[in-house]
């Protein structure tokens, strides 16, 4: 009942205010083998083109749960956003050549209230990216969501392979993919 309460109290504050009760999370998948399924740490890649590092907010609708997060975007993901352009406060250009290492996976869960349609659970890389003088820790990693997805086996998190296009491996993990 006290859940029933709350979900009715969040929909009316949510219908008020303009914006759904929506709440992101994200939980650490690194050390759990299975979900190294595209990306895995400790893997580093070189940018064939030039790209840019963004910042979301996460839950901007909830001030107290607002959270900041990076992003390196290709030149596809930016000309997709374009059409959003609340969607990401531009912070650098990243050069071609410069690196992006890998340093762990992590997939997002929703509540949202009401519910949306088709949200989903994705699994994203994150690590540092270098270029000359210049490293931003902790940012979102692409990955190709126009090529076949997957979810991770015994999951509804769903994967897909790095973007190749974007970006090329020149060093595999070295980390044993079993703990």
Request: aromatic share 10%; charged share 20%.
């Amino acid at each position: 009942m006290r859940l029933l309460c709350v979900a009715i109290l969040a929909f009316v504050v949510a219908s008020g205010t303009g914006c759904a009760y929506v709440e992101e999370k994200f939980q650490d998948d690194t050390r759990n083998p299975k979900f190294e399924v595209g990306y895995r740490a400790g893997e580093t890649y070189r940018l064939r083109v030039d790209g840019r590092i963004a910042s979301v907010v996460s839950n901007p609708c909830l001030p107290d749960k607002a959270t900041e997060r990076l992003e390196l975007w290709s030149p596809q993901i930016a000309t997709r956003n374009a059409a959003f352009p609340d969607y990401g406060r531009f912070v650098a250009t990243v050069p071609a050549g410069s690196t992006v290492r890998v340093a762990g996976l992590e997939h997002n869960y929703t509540l949202a209230i009401p519910p949306v349609p088709g949200d989903s659970q994705l699994l994203r890389a994150y690590g540092t990216v270098e270029s000359g003088a210049d490293r931003w820790a902790r940012v979102r990693i692409p990955v190709d969501q126009t090529a076949k997805w997957s979810f991770v086996p015994g999951t509804h998190v769903m994967a897909f392979p790095p973007d190749r296009c974007f970006l090329e491996l020149v060093a595999p993990s070295t980390r044993n993919a079993s703990p």
